[in-house]
Nanobody, 116 residues
Framework: QVQLVESGGGLAQPGGSLRLSCAAS????????MSWYRQAPGKERELVAA????????KYADSVKGRFTISRDNAKNTVYLQMNSLKPEDTAVYYC?????????WGQGTQVTVSS
């Protein structure tokens, strides 16, 4: 069955960095676009970044452009989200998903908290 397992969340100070990882299994990862979403308390889930199957194409939410980078390693069936210059408003549960514009499978999420 499809499994998406996120890791790398935690507590970071404003201006700090975190790197999220998502290990995928149960489907052909190398032909699947992948995405990261986040959901903050009291807010709707929003798309943070997406990457095409080959990694050539990426897209980002305006709020994270220039600070976050999505990447993937098809040999390891893993997608990453490098988050730099973190802000308190980046605090949320971050979810890995399969898809470019619409997701059909989701991970369980990993908490990211940005606070001094």
């Amino acid at each position: 069955q499809v499994q998406l397992v996120e890791s790398g969340g935690g507590l970071a100070q404003p201006g700090g960095s975190l790197r999220l990882s998502c290990a995928a299994s149960g489907f052909t990862f190398s032909t699947s676009p992948m995405s990261w979403y986040r959901q903050a308390p009291g807010k709707e889930r929003e798309l943070v970044a997406a990457i095409s199957a080959t990694g050539v194409l990426t897209k980002y939410a305006d709020s994270v452009k220039g600070r976050f980078t999505i990447s993937r390693d098809n040999a390891k069936n893993t997608v990453y989200l490098q988050m730099n210059s973190l802000k308190p408003e980046d605090t949320a549960v971050y979810y890995c998903s399969r898809g470019w514009s619409q997701a059909d499978y989701w991970g369980q999420g990993t908490q990211v908290t940005v606070s001094s």
